[in-house]
């Protein structure tokens, strides 16, 4: 069964593989919700079956649980009223997590890569539910949620899987090692295989609840290691879906079900702080704020720790061709989403003289301006407004927003943004502050949500020092430039590398700072403290498993 699962899905995975390698462009889901691409009927059936699981009680069971839990609201202003079960008892838990381990170790690469390549595949058959699902918990729009939610993280899903069976087939299965001796030659048969390093914990959050999760659970469970998925509380349902199609397709293949288990609780159990330091738990994928990640990472010790934590996304801006279309990009890239991504930008350094353009010297308030014009025309009508922004995922991000003004000159202020379907969303534009370089009490901190700094400092070798320094102290995902001189762009070049961080230059077009691409662009580097692993590296899987081997005389 898992063989012809494998062939079933083959050319899919040597064609990941191969984009893997060359970086070039691929996709193995389409990003567009058309029904040309999808049928006429499939975004209706998706939406009801998203709304066939509200107000009930969703049909999985979690060892060890007791009683339920029903904790999300959607940021478009009503509960979901969703039960799962409420995992309390960490030893039935992980015990039934282990169980089916060694079947599974025994399937070997190929066997569980086709497995994990089939759980993809049916996810994508459930897309326009996982979007929906995806858009009620995170509060982004529903294009957003479909691609990012569902296509994009089908794509990431699939790299993880690409680069852990090519990390895992790298060594052979077998080999005859023969050395050249008086007489006959001394030989030896030897077996090499993958052995799994234990169960793996996902950490969920509230923002990207697939995006973010399924490079580390498919990563983990492709190498031979059960998985419990702890959601964000707020975000649940994305990802009972996603164990509830693993468990299906994991049982039909013939293995135990539980090696992916939910791990629903109440926001206040600390369940993933529980589960984090037991022996049995030896890989932990996190996404989420410093606090808990700079916990994990000291007292985890026993496991590997994955992590992507809070940075501080810069823009330098040296001089540009083309003003206008500056100004259009940086302003999608503050909107999208309402800025609630680790990929946004927040710091955009200017020299207090002013920004070369092919019109001649633009002062800091001039570029403020521009910017506020093209955010004029993204988002001044509120029905393609909601469309771009989404809704804003916590109260957490509202009192932020709230609270920014205090800290510098309003240079593009916030409005409230009236959603034409749901009309108890709570929907924000962008705010752009004025600061110096001197205000570094208030920059060198993520302000996570519709925030932007504009940095006035004493020209662009300033920009570029303190960009180096803030980054290396505490940490980025993204960083772009514009320049019309190839020093200042090679001056930057230098400093991403000090500072380990990805970088964008000149984007005037259709690709946007806080974006990436699976299989050519790496999300994060871990060369920062932003985030100590890539999304996604042979680094990224390499670590979930050991090749031990046996050898014999022949």
Known sequence: MTETLLDRHRDRLDAAVAACASREYYSAFDESPSPRVYGESAAADGKAAYEAWLGGAFPLTTPGAEGTVSTERSPYGFDLDVSYPRAVDADALLSAAGAGMKAWRDAGPDGRTGVCLEILSQLHARIFELANAVQHTSGQAFVMAFQAGGAHALDRAL????????????????????????????????????????????????TFPTWNSWPGLFASLVTGNPVVVKPHPAAVLPLAITVQVC???????????????????????????????????????????????????????????????????????????DFGAMCQNLAFSFSLYSGQMCTAPQNVYLPAAGVATEDGVRSPAEVAAGIDAALSRLLGDDARAVELLGGIVSDGVLTRLEDATARGDVLVASRTVTHPAYAAATVRTPTLLRLTAEDSDVYESECFGPVGYLIETSGT??????????????????????????????DMREAALDAGVALSENLLGGVFVNQSAAYSDFHGTGANPAANASYTDGAYVASRFRVVQSRRHV
Not at 177 to 195: I, S, Y
Not at 302 to 321: H, L, P, R
Not at 462 to 489: C, K, N, P, W
């Open 159 to 206: 790299e993880a899987i690409a680069y852990a069976w090519t990390e895992m087939t790298r060594t052979p299965a077998t080999a005859l090692w023969e050395k050249p001796a008086r007489g006959e030659p001394l030989r030896m048969e030897k077996t090499f295989t993958v052995v799994p390093r234990g169960v793996a914990l996902v950490i969920g959050c509230n």
């Open 461 to 490: 070798d300033e920009s570029i020092a303190l960009f180096r320094d803030t980054v290396q102290a505490h940490g980025a995902m993204t960083a772009a430039v514009y320049s019309t001189s190839d020093d200042v762009v090679g």
């Open 247 to 321: 468990q299906q397709v994991l049982s039909e293949a013939g293995f135990d079900p539980n090696l992916v288990t939910l791990a629903a609780e109440e926001a206040d159990d600390h369940l993933a702080a529980t589960l984090a330091v037991r022996p049995e738990v030896r890989l932990i994928d996190f996404t989420g704020g410093n606090a808990f990640g700079d916990w994990l990472e000291e007292h985890a010790r026993q496991a590997v720790v994955f992590t992507e934590k809070a940075g501080v996304n810069t823009v330098v801006i040296d001089s540009t061709s």
